[in-house]
């Protein structure tokens, strides 16, 4: 089935360092989203890129379907974007697959 | 303010008892998914529904029931809890568009002893 792996699988960055997240998939997406899960485990939808690059906010995602792969880069890191960040991806069967996630501390 | 909303928040099960974790949406989706996380393993799909009164097996199916009497409501039922079935549970609603936004629910804790 399909595979969806991140990196690093875990972080720690200084407040204002840019931190970069990685995503690599097993087989072609028709869909790709990332999703970040607070420390509490709310889960909220970040972006959805399933191609090209896409900006917002202080988040900016690029996705190269080809190479099967897609990053977040999150620039001048503040200690409340810490949590775990989680890529998940779906192909043609309307179902998403979940990476296992990066794990993100922002240190004051 | 679309949502969707979970019960209970957590519970506490004894093995060989039926669970049953509900989910209501107030966003007018069309697609609900039932998640499980562990750690670990990220999250996975048990079941999810396209439509009212229809619903899909994910990918570890097994030991889950799930109903989906309207569009709005989408339970999963445990008939027979077991300790593997220990997780956090999330249900998500989205709408049909290709590029649509999951909203998660806040999770439901499950304890089976």
């Known amino acids: 089935g399909q595979q969806v792996q991140q990196s690093p699988a875990s972080l720690v960055l200084q407040e204002g360092e840019n931190a970069e997240l990685q995503c690599n998939f097993s087989s072609t997406a028709t869909q790709l989203q990332w999703f970040y899960q607070s420390p509490g485990g709310s889960l909220v939808s970040l972006l959805s890129n399933p191609s090209g690059t896409k900006h917002t906010g202080r988040l900016t995602s690029t996705t190269v379907t080809k190479e099967r792969r897609s990053s977040l880069h999150i620039s001048s890191s503040q200690t409340t974007d810490s949590g775990t960040y989680l890529c998940a991806i779906e192909a043609n069967t309307n179902k998403v697959v979940f990476g296992t996630g990066t794990r993100l501390q922002v240190l004051p | 303010e679309a949502a969707v909303t979970q019960s209970p928040r957590s519970k506490v099960a004894v093995t060989g008892g039926k669970v049953t974790l509900s989910c209501h949406q107030t966003n007018n989706h069309d697609y609900m998914y039932w998640y499980r996380q562990d750690t670990g393993h990220g999250l996975r799909l048990i079941h999810y529904?396209?439509?009212?009164?229809?619903?899909e097996k994910g990918d570890i199916p097994d030991g889950y029931k799930a109903s989906r009497p309207s569009q709005e409501n989408f339970s999963l039922i445990l008939e027979l809890a077991s300790l593997s079935q220990t997780a956090v549970y999330f249900c998500a609603s989205r709408d049909r568009g290709a590029n649509s936004d999951y909203t998660f629910g806040s999770g439901t804790r499950l304890l089976v002893i």
């Open positions: 529904s396209y439509v009212a009164d229809s619903t």
